[in-house]
């Protein structure tokens, strides 16, 4: 396994334009992802999928912005009518970890694997 | 609204010198706390993480933070930075009930040989 990969590098698009990133997470982790980086900040959280249940999602999140992970493998982050603001890396990580052992109470050893990132540009 | 702060954006040091970077949170409830690193080029990888037990937790590379709860404090040390430390370090909350990782603005240091 070569890690988490995401696909792709780099994305130049025209504002009102809609774009879709797509992340692999390593074979095996149940859990994955989803981060936005400005220049000058800390990773922004974006959604949390568990398998194929997205079960958190960053209020900040617009109704622009919608994630997947149809199979439980790999995911899709979409961003429709972008706008300049979105500019930004965009992050994936992924896991592996017990089911529910977050919002139950009893914590994994969840170690996150992140991935080298979509580095958008909304002209 | 719960924030990590990182006290210091910017250090430069020179090799052997101890290396204290600060990391605070903003919450009351039980957290796990991570600090990342992402050397030049590199992805974010973990260094360390407290779950719970000993405050003290030993990272990759020589690296050591404290948790120290009444401070909401996760400071991260090195007795003696190398040249190769030269990286940006980000520390990281999770709060309980949710999956969410909160990180802070990061600290970019740099290591004169």
């Known amino acids: 396994d070569t890690g988490v990969s995401q696909d792709p590098r780099h994305k130049i698009t025209k504002r009102g334009q809609n774009v879709t990133f797509r992340c692999d997470p390593i074979s095996e982790h149940n859990r994955l992802y989803w981060y936005r980086q400005t220049l000058g900040q800390g990773p922004e959280f974006l959604t949390y999928?568990?398998?194929?249940?997205?079960?958190?999602k960053s209020r900040l999140l617009s109704d622009r912005f919608s994630a997947e992970r149809p199979k439980g493998s790999f995911s899709t982050l979409e961003i429709q009518r972008t706008e300049q603001g979105d500019s930004a890396m965009y992050l994936c990580?992924?896991?592996?970890?017990?089911?529910?052992?977050?919002?139950?109470?009893?914590?994994?050893?969840?170690?996150?694997?992140f991935g080298p990132g979509t580095r958008l540009t909304v002209l | 609204a719960q924030s990590v702060s990182q006290h210091n954006h910017h250090v430069i040091l020179s090799e052997a010198a101890s290396l204290e970077l600060g990391c605070n949170y903003s919450y009351g409830g039980t957290v796990n706390l991570f600090w990342y690193v992402q050397y030049p080029g590199q992805h974010l990888q973990l260094l360390l993480k407290y779950f719970s037990g000993d405050p003290l937790v030993k990272g990759i590379k020589g690296f050591e933070a404290e948790f120290i709860k009444s401070k909401f404090s996760f400071n991260l040390r090195k007795p003696s930075v190398q040249w190769s430390d030269t990286a940006e370090y980000f520390c990281a909350v999770k709060l309980s009930g949710t999956y969410k990782y909160i990180f802070g603005t990061g600290t970019r240091l740099k290591v004169l040989a």
């Open positions: 990580a992924s896991s592996s970890g017990a089911s529910g052992s977050g919002t139950s109470g009893r914590w994994g050893t969840d170690t996150q694997y």
């Open positions: 999928f568990q398998n194929e249940a997205q079960l958190e």
